[in-house]
């Protein structure tokens, strides 16, 4: 388990937003009682961590990895789901904003959507074309010995880990779809699980978002997830790794929407550096619904009706929008 940082507290106003966008991106919205995963206090102090990060080398930015990629759609081409791209795409997003580099990793099968959506942010942040960049690995059976150093090369220069609807592997090392699909024997799943293990030898950080307990980092409640009555082949398909903060959303989007923000609300609360407006780090509902329309151009589908259209986890598109509006209007309300 990595310190958590040593810095005073964010002041009292920027807790009292974020325990608010907390409640936000908490409520059951799909009805799969992911409210008994929720840990208090870790958005704050997840978002705490990206806001103070500083790189461990003073030669260079400090440097997030951002894990993402589910690809449940396992009979399609591509498999991958609408949840997932854009929140990471909002959390690299605010990397940048911050003065950070961030890399997204997912799986090779992936490609294609979250390129999509990082043309999208470049697009509409014009500083995370020279700072945001994606890397995707193949199946752990196809990673040539280059591919396996390219990783371990990766942590080496890490200073914080993120990973947004990412899939994590059970107990018995397979990941697996809420349905217990099997997506390793599929050959869709790259070792990128490593990532976390490698850095936590560095003592880096990890920080996890997840609405349905078969998500990288959601082993911090393992318990929770196999009790909960609502979440089927809960004790098959849990993630057992655990992260050093997990943010429970209904929708893990909504959770890249949330860290985003209040790593910007903790930024203006320290006062130390220049403030920054709220576009810099979270994007706005006419970015979002562009961002969303390039990825399933692409051939992204929604995870749960498994059809190509701007909807996340079978909720209209609408939903996500009133909950990013929301969650910056929680953001703005610390800024008063």
């Given at each position: 388990?990595?310190p958590?940082?040593?810095?005073?507290?964010?002041s009292?106003s920027?807790?009292?937003?974020?325990?608010?966008?907390?409640?936000?991106?908490?409520?059951?919205?799909g009805?799969r009682?992911?409210?008994?995963?929720?840990?208090?206090?870790?958005?704050?102090?997840?978002?705490?961590?990206?806001?103070?990060?500083?790189?461990?080398?003073?030669?260079?930015?400090?440097?997030?990895?951002?894990?993402?990629g589910?690809p449940?759609?396992?009979?399609?081409?591509p498999?991958?789901?609408?949840?997932?791209?854009?929140?990471?795409?909002?959390?690299?997003?605010?990397?940048?904003?911050?003065?950070?580099?961030?890399?997204?990793?997912?799986?090779?099968?992936?490609?294609?959507?979250f390129?999509?959506?990082?043309?999208?942010?470049?697009?509409?942040?014009?500083?995370?074309?020279?700072?945001?960049?994606?890397?995707?690995?193949?199946s752990?059976?196809?990673?040539?010995?280059?591919?396996?150093?390219?990783?371990?090369?990766?942590?080496?220069?890490?200073d914080?880990?993120?990973?947004?609807?990412?899939?994590?592997?059970?107990?018995?090392?397979?990941?697996?779809?809420?349905?217990?699909?099997d997506?390793?024997?599929?050959?869709?799943?790259?070792?990128?699980?490593?990532?976390?293990e490698?850095?936590?030898?560095?003592?880096?950080?990890?920080v996890?978002?997840?609405?349905?307990?078969n998500?990288?980092?959601?082993?911090?409640?393992?318990?929770?997830?196999?009790?909960?009555p609502?979440i089927?082949?809960?004790?098959?398909i849990a993630a057992?790794?655990p992260?050093?903060?997990?943010?429970a959303a209904?929708?893990?989007?909504w959770?890249?929407?949330a860290?985003?923000?209040?790593?910007?609300?903790?930024?203006?609360?320290d006062?130390k550096?220049g403030r920054?407006c709220?576009?810099?780090?979270v994007?706005t509902?006419?970015?979002?619904?562009?961002?969303?329309?390039?990825?399933?151009?692409?051939?992204?589908?929604?995870?749960?009706?498994?059809?190509?259209?701007?909807?996340?986890?079978g909720?209209?598109?609408?939903?996500?929008?009133?909950?990013?509006?929301?969650?910056?209007?929680?953001?703005?309300?610390?800024?008063?």
């Amino acid at each position: 388990m990595t310190p958590k940082p040593d810095i005073g507290p964010p002041s009292g106003s920027a807790v009292a937003a974020i325990n608010k966008i907390e409640n936000i991106i908490g409520k059951d919205e799909g009805g799969r009682g992911m409210e008994s995963l929720i840990v208090p206090g870790d958005l704050l102090q997840g978002a705490t961590r990206l806001a103070r990060l500083s790189p461990r080398s003073l030669s260079r930015q400090a440097r997030v990895l951002i894990l993402s990629g589910f690809p449940c759609c396992v009979d399609e081409s591509p498999p991958t789901e609408t949840d997932g791209p854009p929140g990471s795409a909002a959390i690299a997003r605010a990397a940048v904003g911050l003065g950070h580099h961030a890399t997204i990793i997912t799986d090779e099968c992936n490609r294609e959507v979250f390129a999509a959506a990082l043309q999208s942010l470049w697009e509409s942040c014009l500083t995370a074309a020279a700072n945001v960049e994606l890397v995707t690995y193949p199946s752990e059976d196809k990673m040539s010995e280059e591919e396996w150093k390219h990783l371990e090369g990766l942590t080496e220069s890490t200073d914080l880990i993120v990973a947004c609807e990412r899939a994590g592997p059970a107990k018995d090392g397979r990941c697996y779809t809420m349905r217990g699909i099997d997506m390793t024997g599929r050959g869709l799943i790259a070792p990128i699980h490593k990532v976390v293990e490698l850095a936590r030898r560095n003592k880096v950080a990890f920080v996890a978002i997840g609405d349905g307990g078969n998500e990288l980092g959601m082993g911090k409640v393992l318990d929770e997830i196999i009790a909960n009555p609502k979440i089927a082949n809960a004790d098959k398909i849990a993630a057992v790794m655990p992260a050093d903060d997990l943010i429970a959303a209904s929708v893990s989007n909504w959770g890249g929407y949330a860290l985003a923000a209040a790593a910007l609300v903790v930024h203006n609360s320290d006062r130390k550096r220049g403030r920054l407006c709220i576009d810099s780090c979270v994007p706005t509902e006419e970015e979002e619904i562009k961002l969303l329309r390039k990825c399933v151009m692409a051939g992204c589908r929604d995870g749960v009706s498994g059809k190509m259209e701007s909807t996340v986890d079978g909720m209209p598109l609408e939903t996500s929008m009133k909950c990013l509006r929301r969650i910056r209007a929680a953001a703005l309300e610390a800024e008063c």
